[in-house]
């Protein structure tokens, strides 16, 4: 990927990544110490609209005055949106994932309505900008778990082999949405969904650049990670208030590991979503690409 298909903020930070290399190479312990620094750096930026939301619940909770003229829960709606704004406007943010993000906002604001209603979780603050027990702003935070997966797709130039067929992705992930609803009142499958999802994607393993070389892990060993550092960051947004399940009525706990289960079914649901937009790019593209 050259400068003319990278959004201009990045292309600048990778001009600069490009003159740090010679202080990199003199010597190995340099180099992993500065590929390991861009890691982190590279995987910030794709938490850009999630970590700036993360920050706004966290910060609103913890500084919000008393007698404010508006709620905070419709504040963090207004914020959101500020945020999606500048990130468009600055062109930190293309076009294709502002359209990623719309499709979690429908997919996340269906699921809070359903599992409201039957007191999974509560949202215990007053609002206006609402439909039913549901601020608006709740779409907003599955659009963060979008937004990272389609950043981080160009972010890392990530590219897979042994994908597997689209159609079994798109099954796999119909039947853990389905789930999330069905179990209210039929069996919980998601024991037979965690093992379909190993069966489908053992074989895959994507591959990223963080410095100058490509790194490559299994896809599997991805998604768990990925959903670990949302489990952690939700662990942040209930200390903030933004919901409650029952079990933080009386005050707040650190949130069950057992929901990590569904955040990284809800994971592979965000894949398959992405892909509609952004499909799979094969790793052997990339590297012809590369290479001419």
């Known amino acids: 990927m050259n400068d003319k298909t990278t959004l201009p903020l990045e292309a600048r930070g990778r001009r600069l990544m490009a003159r740090a290399e010679g202080w990199a190479d ?10 390991f620094l861009w890691f982190g750096l590279k ?32 504040f963090l709606v207004i914020g959101a949106l500020g945020i999606q704004g500048l990130m468009l406007a600055f062109k930190l943010e293309s076009w294709d994932e502002a359209k990623t993000i719309f499709l979690f906002h429908i997919a996340g604001t269906v699921m809070e309505l359903f599992k409201t209603y039957h007191g999974s979780w509560i949202y215990p603050e007053d ?19 979008g937004s990272y997966i389609a950043r981080v797709q160009r972010v890392f130039h990530i ?16 039947a853990i949405y389905v789930n999330f609803f069905a179990h209210h009142w039929l069996p919980d ?45 939700e662990n942040l947004a209930t200390f903030g208030r933004a919901w409650t399940y029952p079990d933080q009525a009386a005050g707040w706990q650190m ?9 990284f079914l809800l994971m592979i649901v965000s ?3 992405v892909s509609l937009v952004h499909k799979p790019v094969p790793e052997d593209t990339i590297r012809a690409s590369e290479d001419g």
């Open 159 to 174: 590219g897979v082999k042994h994908y597997p067929p689209m159609w079994q992705t798109y099954l796999l992930a119909a």
């Open 43 to 74: 995987q910030a930026w794709a938490c850009l609209f999630g970590g700036a939301l993360l920050a706004l619940i966290v910060g609103t909770y913890l500084f919000w005055p008393e007698n404010s003229l508006i709620s905070r829960y419709d």
């Open 255 to 263: 949130v069950s590991f057992s929901k990590f289960g569904s955040w």
């Open 271 to 273: 894949v398959v979503l």
């Open 26 to 35: 003199k010597g190995r312990w340099r180099g992993y110490a500065y590929e």
């Open 189 to 233: 499958i998601r024991v037979v969904l965690f093992i379909a999802t190993a069966l489908i994607f053992v074989r895959g393993w994507f591959w990223f650049k963080t410095d100058r070389r490509r790194r490559s892990m299994p896809l599997l060993l991805g998604y768990f990670l990925v959903a670990l550092f949302i489990w952690i960051a």
């Open 127 to 145: 609002s206006v900008l609402r439909i039913g027990a549901v601020p608006l702003f709740s779409g907003f935070m599955y659009a963060a778990v």
